[in-house]
């Protein structure tokens, strides 16, 4: 897979508000599934899907604690995930409406 191919597979990681919203909890700190259950109000089957997307484009890391499984932002990928973005807009001028 090139580059820009795996900067669409990150970016459509991206595309689903659920998953946003993961992130954002992460962001404060790491997560287990029943909190991130109670903090989104979905169901685990749902949270479990999204955070496997996540993980797949290794945004989240998955921390096994015994029984238990934490889940934590990637700070290299996420480090990534801003250098495309800062070049994506460094690279073309934004059209600001009036």
Do not use: W
């Not at 955070?51 to 990928?77: C, D, F, M, P, Q």
């Amino acid at each position: 897979m090139n580059t820009r191919q795996r900067q669409s597979v990150l970016f459509q990681a991206l595309g689903h508000p659920d998953r946003l919203h993961i992130l954002e909890i992460l962001s404060k700190g790491p997560s287990c599934v029943c909190d991130l259950v109670e903090q989104t109000g979905r169901r685990q089957p749902n949270i479990s899907q999204h955070l496997a997307t996540l993980r797949n484009v290794e945004l989240v890391i998955a921390e096994r604690h015994g029984l238990n499984v934490s889940y934590r932002l990637n700070g290299a990928k996420l480090a990534e995930l801003e250098q495309n973005v800062s070049t994506l807009l460094k690279s073309q001028p934004l059209v600001r409406n009036r």
